[in-house]
């Protein structure tokens, strides 16, 4: 009865290696993984992000938890620089929880060029030797980060948010202020294929080329009901 289950998938010697991890804590490991008896609980207890990024397994969570997967049921603090003072003192004081604080998603273009994001349009880069916040045009909170193969980080979140960009340079592709397609504001899904992005949401899978968006039909023409 496991929800929010997300996976990371390592290729390596030619095997396939899923690493699959829950809201609730609990890793696994199968497939072609040398250690397939990997199975705990992690002892942050939440997860709510899972990446593969280079060589190592990335998990994110409340307080702006990053940890690094090192081995076995072994997993390093990789989030050094983004507990703040100010952070540290709300949190203390119960003014807000370690959740309102949580990073969702974490991606990169290597190990030393890496984004987390998080609730309140917190958005954080590692540059292979530190942490530091990016200032984003928005308050929203922010659900999914993806760095595609056109070079470009895609956010998206709540209130419409789609943004795209790099480093301190950000531009809205979506927002509520911006004509759309949808009735659903939330946007937890994203990704880049074959030159273009696609959009997960409640109301299905969206293609945005050429400055619009294309809803993907996923249910095949002859089960369609007339």
């Not at 804590?25 to 072609?32: E, L, V």
């Not at 349009?121 to 200032?135: L, M, Q, R, S």
Request: net charge neutral; with cysteine; charged share 25%.
């Amino acid at each position: 009865g496991l929800r929010y289950v997300k996976a990371s998938m390592l290729i390596k010697h030619n095997k396939r290696c899923l690493i699959v991890a829950s809201a609730t804590g609990h890793i696994g490991t199968s497939g072609g993984c040398p250690d397939t008896d990997d199975y705990h609980i992690h002892k942050e207890s939440i997860i709510r992000g899972i990446r593969l990024i280079g060589e190592h397994v990335y998990i994110v969570g409340p307080a702006r938890v990053i940890y690094r997967r090192t081995g076995v049921k072994e997993w390093q603090l990789f989030n050094q620089g983004t507990q703040d003072d100010l952070m540290i003192k709300n949190i203390k004081n119960g003014n807000r929880s370690e959740y309102s604080y949580a990073f969702l998603s974490i991606d990169g273009f290597s190990e030393s060029d890496m984004y987390a994001v998080g609730n309140k349009g917190e958005a954080w880069h590692y540059d292979g030797t530190k942490w530091t916040v990016i200032d984003l045009p928005t308050n929203s909170d922010l659900h999914k980060v993806h760095c595609a193969k056109d070079g470009n980080v895609y956010i998206s979140g709540d209130d419409y948010t789609i943004l795209r960009g790099k480093g301190d340079k950000w531009d809205f592709i979506l927002n509520s202020t911006i004509d759309h397609p949808f009735s659903t504001h939330l946007f937890e899904a994203i990704a880049w294929f074959k030159d273009a992005l696609y959009i997960g949401t409640s109301e299905g899978l969206y293609k945005y080329i050429d400055n619009r968006f294309e809803k993907i039909p996923l249910t095949p023409p002859e089960l369609v009901s007339k």
